[in-house]
């Protein structure tokens, strides 16, 4: 079988096993993004959360035949941009890391929605995050932070 | 606010934020071998034969006869096995653990295994069981009295289910064996001591054989205090037995079906009631303990303690069993015991009221404690109890009374509306003299030449801020910048024992002790110099001692209050509730971080509501547990809950830093009765609930029955 081709946090990438594999553990176990954590293996938790080809989905359940010709982007990636920094500050001024197992997956989810709605509404915040789950904060502080990033990142998504 | 209450960025949000933290899962696995458990298929049965089939090389099974020193691990109580004895005891105990460099193969030699057993009728059910681990009585006045000259004599039951403490991590240890020949374990725990002091015995070596650290952890609740222990028996021994680093992670069915859980209740209350107050109560409470005790003694010690909850009742007698069942074993999960015993207090309160023909916060008040009072166990309430103007905040902040009463007047139509409250309190530290008797707590600050300061300490940061809360209480001591100070995870081999953590005392005791340390270094700080400083453990001098055989004293030195009003509209076609508004008043002392307080408080209050409503978990006739993954054991979302709010009342605590006291747990304890109350009321027509979780489908029973 060829190798599996797709672009990883910007980079040309080639997977040689599995087509069946993971994407989660392909990308944990062969690349080292141990950002994408496992929270269920079976697309509940969010976890695991990335984007593919700018749509989030939970890694676990995406077979990397699914990701040849992609262009996946981890926190590994996503954490070198303007947006990132900005969500970072806004989840730092409502200190809405508790555990921070979540966090990756929840920096992937805000990502996601701020690129479909710069300015959200509470609902539309808490309706796009509702794939992730936190156990830690009650939300709260991650959906003000998600309010904060998408004012003062005003123009950035 | 003050000073200290001022929010900071936290010290680990940086690398939690970018995905750079370790934990147990992220170490590169080169070298690691893979260690995975084979678990009793049967709820109790005697072990005839364990058949392995030839392991290919660098492949290992462990079992009990490889243990070098007891195959007991250490809890409070010590029966439970690192591995099966003769017998298994619940479905999913570890009879051993196969490990090796490649998962997939791990699988197969697990699926190859041939356990054969002698199956023996197991006691599933708590109403069944007759094994009693624990059995404690205690009371004050004169029952007999009371309850002749009583008008009326109230009896009901409650019962409450398993809660899963549902970390976004799952349970997670490492075991490497140094080439000092010392053993190394690591992973995702909330008391390095207590995995520190198991291991030791499990291996049979001394405490500098062995040393402890705690790894970034991704939540606890509870769920991390005990079962790491175990786990970290289980690896050590397998990483022995290999000479190689073993890792063991769970998956998220076997952590939801195998491991420690808020112990289900049966709570039998007897009130008496003369002239419309409550003079006497007696109280039978039965805990299921699952399998083994672990920590069911002293579960079973705090939910008694309070199960009288906030009133002040002069008569009492109380009773409390934790009892064996054949099922995975129960333990800590926030609140220990109280969530329980409260819900059932409560609710009997707001069913007398009921009956009585008045409101049940109007009844409740009457009964309210004061400072001064004495509590359950003959101890006293040494501080004020600010209750009554938190009611009163409460009912400012979501107008509780007007839409008590106007939820009261009959409804009809598809959806109904109600509001219920509930008040509790959650007393910090240890139960009784544990702090002064076993924990006794030391800690260090260690002062570098360059003027940075570390702190030395046991307790592990698991999402509640513990390395941002502690530096700031010796910065601001030294009067130093917060990043001339700091606190790592754990390592036994580093630090002293300042206690676990758990029981809401991390802050409150050993925070103070930090300030102690802190004014001690400050007092000897000599510029350019090494130094260290220690502070010890003193109980407050006003504290009245305790004694567990006669359950008599200070329970607590003081205690953190709440009050909750939950406000819910119930559709009565499909029996789903929808939450309007869950507003959380909590008196936690002085917060140390504003922020970091009100985290705790919104994620408490919100894991308590999930206890309350959706997060049901049962097993089902082989004693199995069903709810065993995220689609069937439903925590809440963001989406589910989108209006909760928290205020924070401050009473000082003068024995606690800047007048702190324990926060962490009290936010869950007092939920449940709040919104069962809640959905009691919309449905009307003198329905009397009494179970939690109340489902959409305990709502549908109801309406049916009832022909609501």
Redesign the interface.
């Known amino acids: 079988m060829e190798a599996i081709n797709f672009l990883l946090n910007g980079e040309e990438t080639a997977y040689d096993g599995s087509a069946a594999d993971r994407l989660l553990d392909v990308l944990r176990d062969s690349f080292r993004m141990t950002s994408v954590k496992c929270g269920c293996k079976e697309g509940e938790c969010g976890a695991c959360s990335v984007l593919m080809n700018g749509i989030l989905v939970n890694s676990c359940c995406v077979a990397m035949g699914a990701a040849e010709g992609a262009n996946i982007v981890t926190l590994e990636g996503f954490r070198k941009t303007e947006r990132f920094a900005v969500l970072n500050k806004a989840f730092a001024a409502t200190s809405a890391v508790q555990c921070g197992f979540c966090i990756p997956g929840m920096v992937m989810a805000a990502e996601a929605l701020l690129s479909k709605i710069p300015n959200p509404k509470d609902s539309q915040i808490r309706e796009g995050l509702s794939g992730n789950l936190c156990r830690c904060t009650g939300y709260n502080a991650i959906v003000n932070a998600i309010h904060i990033a998408a004012k003062e990142g005003n123009g950035l998504w | 606010m003050e000073n200290i209450s001022q ?1 900071v ?2 010290k ?12 147990v ?2 170490y ?2 080169d070298g690691v071998l893979v260690g995975k458990m084979l678990r009793s298929k049967l709820a109790r049965a005697r072990l005839s034969d364990v058949n392995i089939p030839p392991l290919p090389n660098g492949y290992f099974y462990v079992d009990k006869s490889d243990v070098p020193g007891d195959n007991h691990v250490n809890i409070v109580m010590d029966d439970t096995p690192v591995y099966a004895r003769e017998t298994v005891e619940y479905i999913g105990e570890p009879i051993g653990m196969v490990v090796g460099p490649e998962e997939a193969v791990v699988d197969r030699i697990l699926g190859e295994i041939q356990v054969s057993y002698e199956e023996l009728e197991p006691v599933l059910d708590l109403g069944n069981a007759d094994t009693v681990f624990f059995d404690y009585e205690y009371g004050k006045g004169n029952m007999e009295k009371a309850f002749a000259e009583a008008d009326k004599i109230y009896e009901e039951e409650f019962t409450t289910g398993y809660q899963d ?6 349970q997670g240890m490492m075991a490497e064996p140094e080439e000092n020949g010392t053993m190394f374990i690591h992973g995702s725990l909330q008391c390095a001591y207590y995995v520190h002091g198991a291991v030791m015995r499990v291996l049979g070596c001394g405490p500098d054989q062995v040393h402890i650290k705690q790894d ?6 509870g769920g991390k205090e005990a079962f790491p222990s175990i786990l970290g028996c289980q690896v050590a021994v397998a990483a022995k037995k290999a000479g190689a680093p073993v890792r063991c992670i769970f ?2 069915r076997e952590d939801l079906e195998f491991t420690s859980k808020r112990h289900p209740s049966l709570c039998k209350y007897k009130v008496a009631v003369k002239n419309g107050k409550v003079t006497a109560m007696d109280i039978d409470v039965k805990f299921n303990s699952g399998a083994y005790t672990t920590l069911s003694a002293v579960v079973l010690q705090r939910g008694i303690i309070c199960s009288n909850g906030i009133y002040n009742i002069e008569n009492l007698h109380v009773r409390g069993r934790a009892l064996k069942t054949n099922t995975t074993p129960n333990g800590a999960y926030r609140g220990f015991g109280a969530p329980q015993t409260f819900f059932a207090v409560e609710m009997m309160m707001d069913h007398i009221a009921m009956d009585l023909g008045i409101d049940s916060l109007e009844f409740k008040e009457k009964h309210i404690v004061k400072q001064g009072d004495s509590t359950s166990t003959s101890g006293k309430y040494h501080f004020p109890v600010p209750i009554p103007s938190m009611i009163e905040e409460i009912d400012q902040e979501c107008d509780y009374r007007r839409k008590r009463r106007e939820y009261a007047k009959p409804q009809t139509g598809r959806y109904r509306r109600g509001i219920g409250i509930s008040m509790h309190f959650h007393g910090a530290g240890f139960t009784g003299s544990g702090e002064r008797d076993i924990i006794k707590a030391v800690c260090k600050l260690h002062k570098y030449p360059d003027g940075t300061v570390e702190i030395l300490a046991s307790n592990g940061e ?4 513990l390395r941002t809360t502690f530096p700031k209480i010796v910065a601001r001591e030294l009067n130093l910048p917060l990043d001339k100070v700091y606190y790592d995870h754990p390592d036994t081999a580093r630090v002293p024992d300042s206690g676990p953590t758990v029981a809401s005392r991390s802050l409150m005791v050993v925070g103070e002790l930090l300030r102690r340390c802190a004014i001690k270094l400050r007092t000897q700080w000599k510029d350019g110099e090494d130094q260290m400083v220690e502070e010890r453990f003193k109980e407050p001098d006003f504290v009245i001692p305790f004694y567990l055989d006669k359950f008599q004293g200070d329970a607590y030195p003081t205690y953190a209050w709440g009050v909750n009003a939950l406000e819910v509209e119930v559709d009565t076609y499909t029996g789903l509730t929808k939450i309007l508004g869950a507003y959380g008043n909590f008196d936690v002392g002085t917060p140390i ?1 504003y ?2 307080v ?2 705790q ?7 308590g509501i999930g206890y309350a409503s959706t997060e049901y978990m049962d097993y089902d006739q082989k004693g199995r547990i069903r709810n065993n ?3 069937d054991y439903l ?1 809440p ?3 589910d ?2 209006n ?1 709010s928290c205020m924070l009342h401050v009473e000082k605590y003068p024995d606690g830093p800047y007048g702190a006291k324990g926060a962490g747990e009290l936010p869950l304890v007092g939920v449940p009765a709040a919104y069962v109350e809640a959905v009691e009321q919309a449905l009307g027509h003198g329905v009397k609930l009494n179970r939690a979780p109340f489902t959409a489908e305990d709502t549908m029973k109801v309406i049916m029955k009832e022909g609501l």
Do not use: C
């Open positions: 929010p960025v936290k680990d949000h940086e690398a939690k934020m970018a995905g750079r933290s370790v934990y899962g992220d590169e696995n403490q549902t970390y976004l991590e799952t970034v952890t991704g939540g606890g609740f998956d998220r698991i999402g509640q801020g971080d922020n970091i009100m985290g408080m919104e994620g408490g209050f919100l894991q993954s995220f689609s925590i979302t963001s989406a809950v989108t909760l």
